[in-house]
């Protein structure tokens, strides 16, 4: 809980300093199911996640944010349970027509950033180190006005070293489905 509270503190002050158009921020909750792959057990779990800060747009279709996540993971096995995740990563949401003009605005969205494991091993994962990589792929839409809308995302997570440390067996949520509330 202590590593939380300065997450925390640096989103709320993000939310005074921001400078992009439309909305602003974002903060979404969901649920995770998924087997992991090349192995016979599944992984669930719960995820919370906030935009914290909006750069100015790249152009009329592309956006970068600065994101924070924070989720609770648990493998259907007898040992090795639990796993929790705190990340900050760039977001890159990439939409298919200009979001100006639309109320529903439908993208990719795809992040990579580091994270903090609560455990190096996870179901029948290790990891060399506490310390990982987050990445997701999201496709989603977004439905509302520019300023206030929700957002409805189906995305996958991967977490890994990249190598840097053995061993490096990657975890994976295939299939999370969070929904956002854009302000």
Same mark, same amino acid.
């Given at each position: 809980?202590?590593?939380?509270?300065?997450?925390?503190?640096?989103? +709320?002050?993000?939310?005074?300093?921001?400078?992009?158009?439309?909305?602003? $921020?974002?903060?979404?909750?969901?649920?995770?199911?998924?087997?992991?792959?090349?192995?016979?057990?599944?992984?669930?779990?719960?995820?919370?996640?906030?935009?914290?800060?909006?750069?100015?747009?790249?152009?009329?279709?592309?956006?970068?944010?600065? %994101?924070?996540? &924070?989720?609770?993971?648990?493998?259907?096995?007898?040992?090795?349970?639990?796993?929790?995740?705190?990340?900050? @990563?760039?977001?890159?949401?990439?939409?298919?027509?200009?979001?100006?003009?639309?109320? &529903?605005?439908?993208? +990719? %969205?795809?992040?990579?950033?580091?994270?903090?494991?609560?455990?190096?091993?996870?179901?029948?994962?290790?990891?060399?180190?506490?310390? @990982? !990589?987050?990445?997701?792929?999201?496709?989603?839409?977004?439905?509302?006005?520019?300023?206030?809308?929700?957002? !409805?995302?189906?995305?996958?997570? $991967?977490?890994?070293?990249?190598?840097?440390?053995?061993?490096? /067996?990657?975890?994976?949520? +295939?299939?999370?489905?969070?929904?956002?509330? /854009?302000?």
């Amino acid at each position: 809980m202590k590593k939380i509270i300065p997450l925390l503190f640096v989103g +709320l002050i993000s939310l005074v300093t921001s400078n992009a158009y439309a909305w602003e $921020h974002e903060i979404a909750a969901g649920y995770g199911y998924g087997n992991e792959i090349e192995e016979d057990y599944s992984n669930q779990g719960y995820v919370l996640t906030g935009k914290f800060y909006k750069f100015r747009p790249i152009d009329d279709t592309l956006v970068v944010t600065l %994101d924070g996540t &924070v989720a609770h993971w648990t493998a259907n096995v007898n040992h090795n349970k639990q796993l929790t995740t705190v990340a900050v @990563a760039p977001s890159f949401r990439a939409y298919f027509a200009n979001p100006r003009c639309h109320s &529903v605005r439908p993208y +990719l %969205d795809v992040s990579f950033g580091p994270a903090l494991l609560s455990a190096r091993q996870f179901g029948n994962r290790t990891q060399g180190a506490n310390a @990982a !990589f987050q990445t997701t792929l999201e496709v989603g839409t977004e439905v509302g006005n520019q300023k206030r809308s929700l957002d !409805f995302n189906l995305h996958l997570a $991967h977490y890994c070293n990249a190598g840097i440390f053995k061993p490096n /067996q990657g975890i994976n949520i +295939l299939y999370i489905f969070t929904v956002g509330y /854009q302000f």
